[in-house]
């Protein structure tokens, strides 16, 4: 079943017309995403998306990221978050971070130009107690402290973490280049350790 996607005008919010996903990063068209960063005391929980994914396969992302579909309002981006993660959370309990717009090109022919408005939540839950996460989007999840998240996103590194795939906890390295380019990490880093540490 084709994705559809509202494609927009620059600013983000004139709004142009409908596109299927793969006419959109074709074009590159400018569209919508939501971005979910889960934090706890102990860290920053980051997704390994699958090896098979169109764009930055086994890549280290936001916990739960996705495009707006087609007549969907940002509130609604909360989906992914159960999806992906196999949660629910309430969108009134988010700390928005922004918006922030990201222009690459994940490979080639491909150009991604996007409106990613992005959020974080806290929970506190275990790295071992997220069992209901997709496998077919998700390799696995990460737990990178927030010190190393910070040098994580000032580009240093690499990092320790512990990768969680559903059956066993393993400590690994994490380097610049294994997340997603995301230019605004260095901006939210620091938010983030503080939207762990509220009470």
Do not use: C
């Amino acid at each position: 079943m084709t994705e559809l996607l509202d494609v927009y005008a620059d600013d983000g919010t004139t709004r142009l017309g409908t596109k299927p996903r793969e006419a959109v990063h074709r074009d590159g068209d400018w569209h919508l995403a939501f971005h979910l960063w889960v934090v706890s005391p102990a860290g920053v929980l980051l997704q390994r998306r699958a090896a098979d994914k169109d764009s930055w396969p086994g890549r280290l992302d936001a916990t739960a990221a996705g495009h707006l579909v087609a007549g969907e309002a940002v509130a609604d981006g909360l989906r992914e978050a159960d999806e992906e993660l196999g949660v629910a959370y309430d969108f009134a309990g988010l700390v928005a971070l922004g918006v922030h717009l990201v222009d690459d090109e994940p490979q080639p022919g491909r150009r991604n130009r996007e409106h990613q408005h992005v959020f974080a939540v806290r929970d506190d839950r275990p790295l071992e107690a997220w069992t209901a996460w997709d496998r077919t989007e998700l390799d696995g999840l990460v737990l990178v402290g927030h010190d190393d998240f910070a040098a994580l996103a000032a580009g240093a590194g690499p990092v320790p973490g512990r990768a969680w795939d559903g059956r066993r906890t393993t400590g690994i390295e994490v380097a610049a280049g294994d997340l997603v380019p995301t230019p605004y990490l260095a901006q939210i880093a620091q938010i983030l350790r503080t939207v762990a540490q509220a009470g």
